[in-house]
């Protein structure tokens, strides 16, 4: 156990690692000792710690720039701050200190002979906070792969360390069901051999990648690895032989999957990066072949994505939607947004977002994808989007949509 109390004061800041990179046994320390240490504002993204509900004290902010995984939970009971920004603006807020930085929790790899820790599968935003974060704690655990390249910290730097011997999170999702499988083929159908491929994850984005199986020479420059891109390099089919940038890699921020995924990654053809790096608009535009592949909660008839909120509460972020989207329809290849057309028996494609807050703006959707087709919106006015996007909705939802359409015209 890692004793704060003599490092930590009230109206400090702390972050910690996401996903897989979550530094757990930390962070539940900290919880356990934030009533004496606080009030602190935190920050995390991606997280599936239960115990953030349940444990954090009332005099603690939550601050990230999502709702995402155990988070939702504290959306929803209105302690949750989200910052809506790009992705790609994370790394700029830490420097000018808008985000909780005064702390770090990481989790690393084991010192090597020259007593440097590897973030392994977690360089992400984390890499990019170390810089201007005076405390750090490190979870020292003996299963975080070290990376070759991937970004290190010497072991001198950390306050304390709790040593630890545990697998990382692996990704928790539900299966991809005939829909997916759908959506994913039109997808797949869209990418050309060659191209380069940032994909969300999920169910959807698991499918797209099987879906990709017949394809030849892809590459990958995105925010997370998954097990989907672990079989397509085992099938040679991601082989990043066309790539403008980082010929011969995939290039990502952090790795979420299977044991098997974080078992063999050290070895695999794939460059961890720090999000100043994956997102950064001046790299993306250098690579001309690249399909940005994102998924959404809501899509009106204009092409405007809503990918936050649902029913007044976050259950997504900007993210690097826009980072990737906007790339991808201005220097790359093609921007798509894919979702389900219909959900809870309601329609995903609206006349009009419901929760009023536009995600990725219509002038980066080169196409929409549901399971009912593909709605191709480059280059098409306003009428004629409105037109193909009823095509691909819920056949029971399109006469409702397009009265409203006729009406509002």
């Known amino acids: 156990m890692v004793d704060f109390g003599g490092w930590l004061r009230p109206g400090m800041g702390v972050w910690w690692g996401q996903a897989a990179a979550e530094p757990r046994p930390l962070v539940d320390d900290l919880l356990a000792q934030a009533p004496g240490?606080?009030?602190?504002r935190l920050f995390t993204g991606l997280s599936w710690n239960d115990q953030l509900a349940q444990s954090m004290s009332p005099t603690d902010t939550m601050v990230s720039y999502g709702g995402l995984g155990a988070l939702r939970e504290l959306g929803a009971t209105d302690r949750l701050e989200v910052v809506p920004c790009h992705y790609s603006a994370l790394p700029r807020m830490f420097a000018e200190r808008r985000l909780p930085c005064d702390a770090?929790?990481?989790q690393v790899s084991p010192p090597d002979r020259d007593g440097m820790c590897s973030l392994g599968i977690g360089v992400d935003y984390m890499a990019d906070a170390i810089a201007h974060t005076p405390l750090l704690f490190a979870e020292i655990n003996q299963q975080m792969p070290a990376i070759p390249g991937s970004p290190r910290v010497p072991a001198s730097r950390f306050a304390a360390v709790l040593e630890t011997d545990r697998p990382?999170?692996?990704?928790?999702?539900r299966p991809a069901g005939d829909v997916d499988r759908v959506i994913a083929a039109h997808i797949a159908s869209l990418v050309d051999d060659g191209d380069t491929?940032?994909?969300?994850?999920?169910?959807t984005g698991a499918a797209v990648f099987d879906a990709l199986s017949g394809h030849h020479d892809l590459g990958v420059h995105t925010g997370m690895i998954t097990d989907g891109v672990l079989r397509l390099i085992d099938k040679g089919v991601i082989t990043g032989?066309?790539?403008q940038l980082d010929h011969g890699f995939s290039v990502a921020g952090t790795a979420l999957g299977s044991a098997d995924l974080y078992a063999?990654?050290?070895e695999l053809p794939i460059l961890f990066r720090p999000t100043s790096y994956t997102h950064a608009p001046q790299v993306l535009s250098r690579l001309s072949t690249l399909v940005a592949v994102n998924f959404a909660i809501e899509v009106d008839l204009t092409g405007q994505v809503g990918a936050e909120m649902s029913r007044g509460t976050y259950l997504g972020a900007v993210g690097g939607q826009v980072d990737f989207a906007r790339a991808a329809a201005l220097t790359?290849?093609?921007?798509i947004i894919a979702l389900r057309?219909?959900?809870r028996g309601r329609s995903s494609i609206k006349f009009g977002l419901d929760e009023g807050i536009v995600t990725t703006a219509r002038a980066d959707v080169d196409c929409v994808v549901t399971e009912h087709g593909i709605a191709h919106l480059r280059g098409q006015p306003l009428a004629e989007r409105r037109r193909r996007l009823i095509a691909i909705a819920a056949p029971e939802f399109r006469d409702e949509l397009d009265r409203a359409a006729r009406l509002a015209s």
């Not at 790359?332 to 921007?335: A, F, I, L, M």
């Open 332 to 335: 790359g290849k093609r921007s």
């Open 264 to 266: 063999r990654v050290a």
């Open 341 to 343: 057309s219909t959900v």
């Open 37 to 40: 240490s606080g009030p602190l």
């Open 168 to 173: 990382l999170q692996q990704e928790d999702r």
């Open 104 to 106: 770090g929790l990481l």
């Open 241 to 243: 032989g066309r790539k």
């Open 197 to 203: 491929l940032q994909v969300g994850i999920g169910s």
